[in-house]
Nanobody
Framework: QVQVAESGGGLVQAGDSLRLSCEAS????????MGWFRQAPGKEREFVAQ????????DYADSVKGRFSISRHRVKNAVYLQMNSLRPEDTAVYYC??????????????WGQGTQVTVSS
């Protein structure tokens, strides 16, 4: 059983920064990639950022490039999302996804329950 737990959401003002954390735990879990997605009210879940475990290469949605940064802690199976220059349109529930080795990310990923990020103008 793999558990994915996010933390770090909250209410901030436009221009502020916030750091989200996520850890994936499971006795035999080994990630191939981990990442962040978000879902705003009335909208579909969308990709935000991902990081590949081997090599650490990253990808970002165009809407967050230059403002958000994803990083990982390989021993903890943890991923972090540093969000700077936040905008009201970044308001959403942010979900962490952990993709296991042997699977396709994010199709076969394990998901967290989500953490709310609210940016006021």
């Amino acid at each position: 059983q793999v558990q994915v737990a996010e933390s770090g959401g909250g209410l901030v003002q436009a221009g502020d920064s916030l750091r989200l954390s996520c850890e994936a735990s499971g006795r035999t879990f080994s990630p191939v990639a981990m990442g962040w997605f978000r879902q705003a009210p009335g909208k579909e879940r969308e990709f935000v950022a991902q990081i590949r475990w081997s090599g650490g290469s990253t990808d970002y949605a165009d809407s967050v490039k230059g403002r958000f940064s994803i990083s990982r802690h390989r021993v903890k199976n943890a991923v972090y999302l540093q969000m700077n220059s936040l905008r009201p349109e970044d308001t959403a529930v942010y979900y962490c996804a952990a993709g296991p080795v042997g699977g396709t990310f994010p199709t076969n990923a394990y998901w967290g329950q989500g953490t709310q990020v609210t940016v006021s103008s």
